[in-house]
C-alpha cells in the first residue's frame, strides 16, 4: 500500500472558524487529490495537484483552497467552515494522470457545529 | 459528462458463494477502471486496476473483467467469505478535456456475507 498519512484523522469544529487539513506522502507520486464522501452523493472531487505549487479545482471546490508547497504534503483549507462541510475527506495519490492506480488515505472525519 | 452505476446497491449472499458485482459507464472512451474496497470508517482499498487495453485482471479469489464496448465492468468473487463484507466500488477514468483526467466513482454495492 502506498505511504499516505492523513491528519487530523477527527475534528470537530465550529462554523465560521479556518479548518486544515494535511494530507502526506512518502511515495513521490506526482498527482495528489482531496476528495469529499458524503451520503448519497459519493465520492467528489475537491481540488488535485499535478505538481509542487500546481493545482487545479474539481466538481465541489467552493469553500475550500489548497496548497502544496513540496511534493509530499497536499494541504487543504476551508477558511469559514459551514456545516455544509460536515464530511469524511480522502487524500488520494497517483503517479500518472490517465492510467495510474489511485490510492486512497485512510480519511479525516469533519464535523462542523 | 461520464456516469458510473453500480447495481445493486446492496447483496446479501451466504458463505461459499460465488458472485458478481456489476459496473456499467455511460461513456466508453476510458483510460482504465478501478475497483475498491471499503470497510465501514476506513479508505478505500484499491483490488484491480484494468486499463483500456486488457480485458481481464485477476487477484486471488478476486477476478474483474471490462468490456468498454457495451460500458460494462464485473467483478467476480469466488468463494464468497464473511471477511468480504464490505462496500465495493468501481470507478472510471476518462479525459474529460484540456488535458485533464477525471476519475468517476460509482456509489458502491454493499456486500454482506452470512456465515
Known amino acids: 500500500d502506498a505511504g499516505i498519512t492523513q491528519s487530523p484523522r477527527h475534528k470537530v469544529t465550529e462554523t465560521g472558524t479556518p479548518v486544515t487539513l494535511r494530507c502526506h506522502q512518502t511515495e513521490n507520486h506526482r498527482y495528489m487529490y482531496w476528495y469529499r464522501q458524503d451520503p448519497g452523493h459519493g465520492l467528489r472531487l475537491i481540488h488535485y495537484s499535478y505538481g509542487v505549487k500546481d493545482t487545479d479545482k474539481g466538481e465541489v471546490s467552493d469553500g475550500y483552497s489548497v496548497s502544496r508547497s513540496k511534493t509530499e504534503d497536499f494541504l487543504l483549507t476551508l477558511e469559514s467552515a459551514t456545516s455544509s462541510q460536515t464530511s469524511v475527506y480522502f487524500c488520494a495519490l497517483s503517479d500518472r494522470a490517465d492510467t495510474g492506480e489511485l490510492f486512497f488515505g485512510e480519511g479525516s472525519r469533519l464535523t462542523v457545529l | ?115
Open chain 2, 1 to 115: 459528462k461520464q456516469e458510473v452505476t453500480q447495481i445493486p446497491a446492496a447483496l446479501s449472499v451466504p458463505e461459499g458463494e460465488n458472485l458478481v458485482l456489476n459496473c456499467s459507464f455511460t461513456d466508453s472512451a476510458i483510460y482504465n477502471l478501478q475497483w475498491f474496497r471499503q470497510d465501514p470508517g476506513k479508505g478505500l482499498t484499491s483490488l484491480l486496476l484494468i486499463q483500456s487495453s486488457q480485458r481481464e485482471q485477476t487477484s486471488g479469489r478476486l477476478n474483474a473483467s471490462l468490456d468498454k464496448s457495451s460500458g460494462r465492468s464485473t467483478l467476480y468473487i469466488a468463494a464468497s467469505q464473511p471477511g468480504d463484507s464490505a462496500t465495493y466500488l468501481c470507478a472510471v477514468r476518462s479525459n474529460s478535456g484540456a488535458g485533464s483526467y477525471q476519475l468517476t466513482f460509482g456509489k458502491g454495492t454493499k456486500l454482506s456475507v452470512i456465515p
